[in-house]
């Protein structure tokens, strides 16, 4: 800050000039020198500029003091300079006395050519910063002033400079003896720089991003023509390289990458197969002697110079070039060797695969006879490629290295160019890559199962794992959909099945130890294989032995026909995206249905083949409730129902009427029904003019009634057939009845209304179906139990005058079955037990209540209530061994489903305080009399402020009573003294 405080004082200084003057002349230090050099830069690139006058002296100043001190430090000299190039550039256009007075800078510097070897170094110096100003772009400036003074310095001197410089290196090698001279190796330095600058100028002002330098055309002037057409141009270059040390041929191979990026349309087609020639000659004479690109700069710029010729020529031009297989032979053997010895300039290796891909790319528009031999050597670079890689892992991992994957950015640009040329000869990739595959997969596994795991071996075979797995997502991703067959994709199927397998064999590993690297790389070949062959070309590589739940090929079985669920529930999601009310759309989309519902209604009219028919019946009803399940909306699921309803919806009657014996034909029609019946995003609520709701619940009900008069028609089954043939498809009416119950689309006070009976036939069906099966049976089939108790639950919930129509038996079995259920480990049936028992209670502690308030209103009421009144008395162990089940299980058990075991306990109570003071009496005189107070008083805070009624905020009080009552319990029964818990168990 203090150094740029002082150097601003100093420009802005009256004095600044003279000051310069002053430290250049007699300053002691070459700092001091510097500092003028910086001052007078920032001074003559202000804003507003000096007089000419002024400016013209500081030049010529400059130009005689350089002349006078050649021997000043470098970087001293190239500030000088500097301000010599940006005084020109800026006053390119000045005039004084009708003359351009800063372009014959030129002659200034031809002066300095004539004196020693220092000074033609200076005179090169100049027009090399000059020529690198002219391009340069000031931002600060008006950005279209720039582009007229380089465009008028292109147009005049930029030729002459190049000319000069090619002439200056002629002489220059000319003189081999001395070019060993540090001078002279000083001078050929600047000499080639200013031969780059004048090749890397913006001709038209459209200089592409540094950073995608491989794809940069040179645009060359069309008067310059005449440089290049000459032979000895090129010549030239290529023997400044073999000539000059490795820093030097640097200098000269970076010439020629610019020589090879010429634009094409400065050549006429002979003229530009000439050119070429020569460019392909001097490489074929680099490669025959390569000692020269052991230097790793020389070979980076080498890299790039053969990147270019694809870059900028057509393989069918240079098929055509007459060293062409030779020269392939030698970049191929070239290419191999720089990949095989990974550690040395890895960046270059861009620029390599660059070139092969580009080759490759263009293989299928290749038009002439000559062969481009492609076909033998890409193979051999895949081939050198991925087996460096592999030789890479443990040299990285015993030594230390960094190692290569770790550098995702490098990788995956190296992985997106070999892919192209991996599919050349694609057949030999892939066996070779399934060879190396299975051996090192076979190699983890006898490592993972050895007795005494080698951890660094592990880590080894891992990492080559990783980088096959990357090969094989990148071959699969470079599938190109014009070139590729049948024979390249299940050549993909059989790399990506060996991936899938090892993603199988890590996940076994995953609770002991797994692989960031492997496991990236695992992700990587996903988003390959998903961009290829989930994406839009599924279409065209699907076939048919790849969809057999579809039934569309001649070996398929029925198990198969169970995906096809999935399979249209992914179709009718798609289908959603942009229906929206849209019937015609979804009358096409379901057309096949149609089609397949027709030819069912055919073979009932006809000839009935019933194998046939059975099986189009079971595929659409996976398809149908594969496509209700993805119905979530109102509109949509009334274009279903429109749709099914009545014509196709009878065929699956009649089909559960004839095969209600064969579970795999009615277990999937079931099933079609208990979708249909949810009421999913109330996408049942219709509007309040259709009958759609009660017509389903009436569908519904026949079909479960047929059902089940049919399934118990089959008598005593084995234990092995029971739940295939049986207790499956009761399960499935369970569900589906419960649905409909519990859905609030149906009234179903309507049904009594009007003297149809089909929902108390479906009750009875209920029953009839529920009589038919053990209470073992139902705790033993979860699913059994886990449709027919929330199903119970809504029957109690809302129908309780049918259950109080029901036989004493049938209450008993329905009782018994509640009872059993309470104590299930299954939370869903023992919540439902609670909350039906809840219902039962409730609804007998309401009718006791009103006893003495009979009306005419509530006779009927009155009834039912009464006979499940009459039943209780008759049977009051019933309610007794419950509020016993329920008690044990709040002190003696882990109860799960606090809350809901709370609701019924309370009613249980207050119907048999009686039966509770004994449940109580015995608990405590069990105990050692010193607990007996405690105990005592627990039960006491249990009814606390309970009061004799089931109102909500009743029910709560006693819920909170009964968390405090639980835990109180258990401290107590924990505590010294007290008996075994275990002979305390109520219910024994």
Known sequence: MQAEKVLLELINSPECLSQCQLLLEQGTTSYAQLLAATCLSKLVSRASPLP???????????????????????????????????????????????QLIFRDITADVKKFLQGTVDHYIIGVMILSELTQEMNLVDYSRPSAKHRKIATSFRDTSLKDILMLACSLLKELLAKPLTIQDRQQESLAMHLLKLVLNCLNFDFIGNSADESADDL??????????????????????????????????????????????????LFSNPERAKYLGNLIKGVKQILENPQGLSDPGTYHEFCRFLARLKTNYQLGELVMVKDYPEVIRLIANFTITSLQHWEFAPNSVHYLLTLW????????????????????????????????????????????????????????????????????????TCTLLVQLFDQNAQNYQKLLHSSSRN??????????????????????????????????????????????????????QLPQSSNEKVELAILWFLDQFRKTYVGDQLQHTSKSKHFPFLGISDNYSLSDLRCRTMFYTALTRLLMVDLGEDEDEFENFMLPLTVSFESVT?????????????????????????????????????????????????????????????????????????????????????????????????????????YGNQILSLGTLSKDQV??????????CYSALKSALCGNYVSFGVFKLYGDNHFDNVLQAFVKMLLSVSHSDLLQYRKLSQSYYPLLECVTQDHMSFITSLEPRVLIYILTSISEGLTAIDTIVSSSCCASLDYIVTYLFKHIAKEGKKTLRCREISQDGQRLFNFMQQNPEVLQQMMSILMNTIIFEDCRN??????????????????????????????????????????????????????????????????????????????????????LDMMS
């Open 723 to 732: 739940y295939p043939l049986k207790l499956k498809g009761i399960s499935i």
């Open 52 to 98: 000419v006058e002024q400016r013209i002296d500081i030049r010529n100043y400059i130009l005689n003091y350089v002349a006078s001190q050649p021997k000043l430090a470098p970087f001293v000299m190239q500030a000088l300079v500097q301000v010599i190039a940006k005084i020109t550039k800026l006053g390119w256009f000045e005039v004084l006395k009708d």
């Open 602 to 706: 055919q073979i009932f009219n006809s000839s009935f083949e019933q194998e046939e028919a059975k099986r189009m019946l079971i595929g659409l009803a996976r398809d149908l409730r594969g496509i209700a399940f993805a119905l979530n909306t109102k509109t949509s699921y009334t274009m279903l129902f429109d749709w099914i309803y009545p014509a196709y919806i009878s065929v699956l009657q009649r089909a559960i009427e004839l095969w209600y014996q064969e579970p795999a034909c009615t277990t999937p029609i079931l099933k079609l029904m208990a979708e249909f019946m949810q009421n999913r995003s109330q996408r049942l609520n219709f509007d309040v003019s259709s009958p759609n709701g009660i017509l389903l619940f009436r569908e519904a009900s026949k079909m479960i009634c047929t």
């Open 357 to 428: 891909q580009r080759m490759v790319a263009s293989v299928p528009f290749v038009k002439t006879a000559e062969p481009h031999l492609l076909d033998t050597y890409a193979p051999e670079i895949t081939k050198a490629y991925i087996t460096s890689r592999l030789d890479c892992v443990p040299v990285v991992i015993r030594d230390g290295l960094e190692d290569p994957l770790d550098d995702t950015a490098t990788v995956f640009q190296q992985l997106e160019q070999l892919c192209t040329v991996s599919r050349c000869e694609y057949e030999k």
């Open 898 to 983: 606090q809350w809901s075991v709370s609701r019924p306990l309370l009613g249980l109570i207050l119907l048999n305080e009686k039966y509770f003071s004994e449940l109580r009496a015995t608990l405590i005189n069990s105990q050692p009399d010193s607990k007996r107070e405690v105990l005592d008083q627990c039960f006491r805070n249990l009814m606390e402020g309970v009061e004799q009624n089931l109102l909500v905020k009743n029910r709560d009080r006693f819920t909170q009573n009964m968390s405090v009552f639980r835990r109180d319990m258990a401290e107590a029964l924990r505590s010294e003294g007290a008996s075994d818990p275990g002979s």
């Open 216 to 265: 940069c055309t040179v645009q060359i002037p069309t008067n310059w023509r005449t440089i290049f057409l000459e032979p000895g141009t090129l010549d030239l270059f290529f023997d400044l390289y073999h000539s000059l040390p490795p820093m030097l041929s640097q200098l000269a191979l970076s010439c020629l990458v610019q020589f090879a990026s010429t634009r094409r349309s």
């Open 455 to 508: 951890p660094l071996e592990i880590t080894v075979q891992e990492g080559r794992l990783a980088w096959l797995v990357y090969f094989v997502g990148t071959f699969v991703g470079g599938r190109l959909t014009y070139t590729s067959t049948d024979e390249h994709d299940a050549m993909d199927g059989e790399l990506s099945c060996r991936v899938f397998q090892l993603i199988s064999l890590m996940d076994a």
